[in-house]
């Protein structure tokens, strides 16, 4: 009765507040209650803990909706992602896209290939033509830029050689490569095309700075690079593959130094056999190599550079005073002053900077020293030179045989001259000298037997001697002092030429105003190369810079 009335006086404190239902629902919650109805503490706990279970499975249900949307938006990028992946690396859409580039640069360039083709450029019908075409032969010979081989993948690589495909002359091969030893890094040999000169068709890395390059004749897609570090590699152009076909890190006969000059060379081994096609290299080692390609690379040595003293005659003053300790009793004064004195050598061998074979004759070469001499050799002996030209006091960086002129050769030093030579002659016939920089590279015309280019760190020389031997006939200075030129080439189809420079460009002119070669050009420079009686050289009117030039 107690609990009763107890319960009556709750209800009507709450007799606003309904009752429970005691429904099949609420069954075993209504079967928790306590005495006379009154919920009990355990049974709210059991209350609270289903709805809380019951809103928990809400959210782990609406977030696992969410958690799936997010994994299909993710599926989705994926597969977008994958599919412009195979879209960006088909190689039809890279045929298209080269297309479209180069025809693009042939829009930009169209004028300026014009040019270095020889034709004539047609005026654009859509522009005004109000202004006349000024008379440019009253300029004199001259030279005008068209373009520029670079980008920023060369940007401040230096350009160390240069060569065209024998095939595709519209094919030009770029080595980048460092000369000190101190500014060694890793290189590239590029090929470029006329067709887009914003960026090379194609690019090898290599860990070594390039030095020298070649293109094969008889495989036009063979590409013959030469190493800083002595390494030699042969790269197959149709292919956009990093990895040589072929190289000497493996051969025991690997070159110690650089490699400065290296060229594919025909040669008929035995009357009758079919003329096949190797690699010769020259290095600072002191070797000139032939390398024949059999399963790998086999070498042999068609020459061991060895040195050549220059023996000096001993000073007036010492002779005096040594004269009564070193004269023996009864030795003939005029003996002891022809007293000679010869050179210490660090290395028996001479390094070797390049080579030029003989052009109707690919079993003689000639070899350009850093010790300053020229020497002869025949393939056929690798102990002796045939003959040995000497006039240059500094290392000699090139040396040229003549296309028209068979036994005429021009070679360059750094002791600030070029010289012509004959191969009867050992001495130079001419001496030309127009800097007092040294003289970096040299190519002869392949139009006109007179006329030559050079180029020294700061300016641009194109000699023609049917005008004079005394000054080039065109002189080009580069204003910026950071940059050195380094490289020179003539083009074989058509009258423009190529320099390479330190900055990473590749810079094509085309020559202005240069007579034409007449029929006796070739005679005309017989007459200058012809050996005189006695063995004299002749010399131009700056003579006497030469004589003041540098010392070895």
């Known amino acids: 009765a107690v609990v009763s009335t107890q319960s009556t006086g709750e209800d009507d404190i709450l007799g606003d507040v309904p009752k429970k239902p005691k429904g099949p629902a609420m069954a075993s919650v209504a079967g928790a209650d306590g005495p006379g109805g009154a919920p009990s503490t355990e049974s709210s706990r059991l209350s609270v803990s289903v709805l809380t279970e019951s809103s928990v499975a809400f959210d782990d249900k609406n977030q696992g909706a969410v958690g799936n949307n997010q994994k299909s938006q993710e599926r989705d990028e994926e597969e977008e992602k994958r599919t412009a992946d195979v879209i960006l690396n088909s190689g039809s859409l890279k045929a298209n896209m080269c297309i479209m580039e180069r025809v693009v640069t042939r829009n930009i360039y169209q004028a300026k290939q014009a040019l270095y083709r020889g034709m004539k450029i047609l005026p654009d019908p859509d ?40 095939k595709n002359p519209d094919i030009l091969a770029v080595g980048y490569g460092e000369y000190g030893f101190t500014n060694q890094k890793s290189g590239m040999a590029c090929c470029w095309s006329i067709k887009n000169p914003e960026y090379p068709e194609r690019v090898f890395k290599v860990n070594s700075g390039v030095t020298a390059l070649d293109f094969s004749k008889q495989n036009p897609n063979l590409l013959a690079v030469g190493m800083y570090n002595g390494t030699i590699a042969v790269y197959n152009v149709r292919s956009n593959a990093q990895t040589p076909i072929l190289d000497s890190n493996e051969t025991p006969s690997n070159h110690l130094g650089p490699v400065w000059e290296i060229k594919w060379i025909e040669r008929e081994y035995h009357a009758g056999e079919e003329r096949t096609e190797n690699i010769i290299t020259t290095s600072t080692d002191g070797k000139v190599t032939q390398w024949m390609i059999r399963k790998g690379f086999e070498s042999v040595d068609l020459m061991k550079l060895k040195r050549v003293g220059k023996k000096v005659s001993v000073p007036e003053g010492e002779q005096k005073e040594q004269k009564e300790q070193e004269q023996p009793a009864g030795q003939d004064s005029k003996s002891q002053q022809q007293k000679l004195r010869g050179e210490a050598f660090i290395s028996r061998n001479a390094g070797g900077l390049g080579f030029d074979f003989f052009p109707t004759n690919n079993n003689i070469y000639l070899v350009a020293t850093e010790e300053g001499f020229v ?153 200058i190369v012809l050996p005189m009686p006695s063995g004299q050289s002749l010399t131009h009117s700056n003579a006497s810079i030469v004589s003041n030039g540098p010392e070895r």
């Open 127 to 166: 522009l005004p033509n109000d202004m006349e075409e000024a008379d440019l032969s009253v300029l004199g010979p001259n030279i005008e830029r068209l373009w520029t081989y670079g980008g920023s993948l060369t940007k401040s690589c230096n350009i160390s050689c240069m060569t065209w495909n024998k």
């Open 375 to 527: 020497h002869k050799c025949s393939c056929s002996y690798n102990e002796q030179y045939l003959q040995s030209y000497t006039g240059h006091t500094g290392p000699v960086y090139k040396v040229k045989w003549s296309p028209f002129v068979p036994d005429c050769f021009l070679t360059c030093s750094s002791d600030w001259t070029i010289r012509l030579w004959h191969s009867d002659v050992t001495k130079p016939i001419l001496t030309f000298v127009s800097s007092t920089k040294s003289v970096n590279d040299i190519c002869w015309s392949n139009v006109c037997a007179t006329v030559f280019g050079a180029v020294s760190d700061n300016r641009i020389e194109i000699w023609d001697l049917r005008s004079t031997n005394l000054d080039p006939v065109i002189i080009s200075n580069v204003s910026d002092p950071d940059v050195r030129l380094s490289t020179f080439l003539f083009t074989d189809n058509s009258s423009t030429l190529l320099v390479g420079d330190s900055t990473g460009h590749v810079t094509v002119y085309q020559l202005r105003n240069i007579a034409e070669p007449s029929t006796t050009h070739i005679m005309a420079l017989r007459d």
